[in-house]
């Protein structure tokens, strides 16, 4: 759960570096993460930390994908 309030912030600043629709995108697919790790809390609680990694990673390779397509369109 740690790794995931990591990742929100990370979610929340792209605001710096993304159209606002990203941004909205992005923290609804937060959101759905964080009810996820909520589900998985007792049951697996060894897959949160591999969901806040896929977190963190999903960010960083949308953040270089919409760089390179922006870049690429301009």
Known sequence: MGGLACAFFLYAASGLLAPWWVVV??????VFMLLLAILWWTPHPRRLVWLAVFSVVFWFVTMVAGGIFLDWTA
């Open 25 to 30: 995108v992005l923290l609804v697919l937060w």
